[in-house]
Structures are given as C-alpha cells and as structure tokens.
C-alpha cells in the first residue's frame, strides 16, 4: 500500500518467489507492487537496513550528544517512573545554553527502546484546541497522594488549580481547608491577576463540596457570592451538573497532567518533606512556572482576547463575629485562638481565609492570625500565639 515501509520478511518472500515467478506475479504474492520490486532488485539490501542509513546518514547530530550515557540514564536507573517530557525538562534546566527542543522524539524513541526491557510503556496524551480567551476552569484535587511533609509531620491539603483552555496557561496553590468560597475566591483572583487579565466565561463543578454542611439560605448566599465574584471580572458563570465529572474533562485532564509533574519534581528532588509550608508552596509555583514557559507563546495568542480586570479585588473571605472570654481568647470552628488580654469581654470581627484570621475591633485592624484546624475526630485544638 502507497506510504507504507515494506518489511524484512516481504523482502525476503520475494526474492524466494523471483526464483519461480514474473517480476509481477512475485510481487503480488509479496505485498507490493511492481515497481517496489523493481526498487528491491536495483538494490537488494533490506528495508532496515536502508532505514537506518537514511536515519543516521548525512552526519546529522546526535541532539543528546554528551547526555543519554552520561545523564539521562543514570538518572532513568535511579528514578524508574520518570517519563520523557520531565527528563527533558531536566536536561533543558541543567543545560540551558544548549537547544534541546528537536530532543524530544529522540528521547522519547530511546526511552521507549530502554524501557522494553526495564519499565512500562508510557502515557498517551490527547490535546484539545479552544477558542482564545473563551474559558477559564478551576477546581481542586485532594494532593495527599504526593506523601509531602513539613518537617516530617504529613501535610493533608489540596490544591487549587485554575487553567485557561486554550494556552493550557495554569495557575495552582496549596489549599490547607477544604473546598470552601474562600479558598475558591482567593485562588481566583490570584490567577486572575497574576493572569492580568480575565476569560468571558469561568467554569466549576457543581461546588456541591463548598456547600457542604450549609443550610438552605447559606448555599443561596454562597452562589449569589460566587456569580457577584464572576460579574465583577466580567465572566459568566458556569457549573457542571452535579454528578457528572465529564463535563469539566478539561481541567480533570490538567489535574492529572499536574499531578504527575509534581509527582516527578519531587522524585528529581529526591525528597517529599520541607522544612515549612511556605517552601512546599514555592515548589509548586515553580513547577507551575516551568510548565507555563512552554506556553508562552500560545498565552501571547490568547492574552489580547482576555477581558480588562477591575480597578480592584472583590471580597475573597467570609465574616464572623467573637467575644473574648475570660481565658484570654475565643473559639472558632472548634480551634481556640489566643490573644491580648485586654481584649477581654470585647466582641471582635472575623475575616476568614484559607490561611489566616484577621482580627477587627470595629473598623481598627488589630492583628492577623495563622487559621487553625480541628484534629480528626472533631476534639478542639489550642493554637497559641
């Protein structure tokens, strides 16, 4: 058939059937037509064989000269679940004055010859193309699965991840709570004006997970708060239906994506602990940067179609109001924050994100305060100054 390589075994059939038959007739039985029989009797060499040359031939360079034996497969022995695009990645920080970007099929084309012996096949990636400035999607994904700890201790978090579809640009942040408003507002409006600017239309799930545990009238404020949020940007708001994963599929496919490149980051760390929280949120930005680079020049397409962001943020935090008791402190969602003893008996007000408290004597701001959580099994905890 026209456009495809004749194998070593067609070969070989015919010049076995030449012996007995027409030019014709051999290479009818063979596979082929007669003018490949005619190309395979100029030259009776195999098809591998005149592959080969014509792969290597006319001293073309080798684009990972000085790394496959030296680098690339000590550190694929070590680190066995390491897929091409990462250790590419890897070589392209490790050598930036060298042009690696035709390396990839070579790469690719050697790991997967390396690996028919030493590990699986890798992943198929399908990609997907969207109109620029279109559509903006956000939403979380438990990070437990990555094992990372702070000074030992596991972290239990999530992470916030907003795509724009088109450039496949991402913004991503560590999320200690769970899904709420807050985290959701704030995550939002990080990307947005790191972004500088905003899509026409932002899309969610059903965030059935925000309005857990609230009673009717709360998840109404809650929605009426989250389409405020988006007409302040300027973008429509859109859900999923509930129970229905495959209708956000663009961004469940960049969770994975994410996933396994911060899965392969920490592996080329050679470790999952850090000493604070803020170290791990700054490895996460950095993954995120790298990955963002690549885009660069799709994002230049798209960011002319992304709509002016407002003179300022919208509210990104809920409210609450406290006395402080005599034990010089007061208890928020099961967590006792301590604070001035001369704020004894006074009523303070509560804005509430993610992260952190800040703590309002009617309109005077008097000190912001690391957000606690319940241990599990809902028993109070002390968090102290």
């Known amino acids: 058939m026209p456009g495809r390589f004749i194998t070593d075994r067609q070969h070989e059939d015919y010049m076995t059937l030449r012996q007995h038959h027409t030019q014709k007739i051999a290479a009818a039985k063979a596979g082929f037509s007669v003018s490949t029989g005619a190309r395979i009797e100029r030259d009776p060499r195999p098809p591998s064989q005149k592959r080969r040359e014509r792969r290597h031939g006319g001293g073309k360079p080798d684009p990972l000269a000085g790394l496959w034996d030296e680098e690339i497969v000590p550190l694929i022995e070590a680190t066995p679940g390491l897929r091409p695009i990462a250790v590419l990645e890897e070589m392209q920080y490790r050598h930036p004055d060298r042009d690696l970007s035709s390396a990839r099929r070579t ?16 992943e198929v990636i399908f990609r997907q193309s969207h109109p620029p400035g279109r559509e903006g999607m956000s939403d979380f994904f438990d990070a437990r699965a990555l094992g990372v700890t702070i000074a030992g201790v596991p972290l239990a978090h999530r992470i916030y991840h ?46 059935s997970a925000a309005f857990a545990n609230l009673d009717r009238d709360a998840r109404e404020d809650l929605r009426t708060r989250y389409d405020a949020l988006c007409a302040d940007y300027g973008m429509e708001a859109t859900r999923n239906n509930r129970g229905i994963a495959h209708e956000n599929g663009s961004i469940e496919s960049r969770h994975g994506h994410l996933k396994t490149r911060l899965e392969q980051a920490l592996l080329l760390r050679g470790s999952h602990d850090f000493d604070e929280l803020d170290d791990w949120r700054h490895f996460v930005a950095q993954v995120v940067a790298r990955h963002n680079a690549r885009h660069r020049d799709r994002l230049r397409v798209e960011r002319p179609h992304l709509q002016p962001l407002p003179a300022r943020r919208s509210c990104d935090y809920d409210e609450a109001r406290v006395r402080v008791t005599s034990s010089g402190g007061f208890v928020f969602r099961k967590v006792f924050y301590t604070v001035h003893s001369r704020l004894i008996g006074y009523e303070l007000k509560l804005r509430i994100f993610d992260d952190r408290l800040e703590l309002f004597l009617g309109g005077t701001p008097l000190e912001t305060l690391p957000r606690g959580r319940p241990p599990a099994g809902g028993v109070g905890s002390w968090l102290c100054r």
């Open 107 to 122: 790469l690719e084309r050697r790991m997967r010859l390396w690996r028919a012996e030493h590990g699986p096949d890798r």
């Open 162 to 207: 907003f795509t724009l579809v088109h450039s496949g640009w991402e913004h991503a942040e560590v999320v200690l709570g769970g899904e709420s408003y807050t985290a959701l507002a704030g995550g939002l409006q990080n990307a947005l004006w790191l972004l500088g600017g905003a899509p026409r239309e932002h899309r969610t799930d059903s965030l």
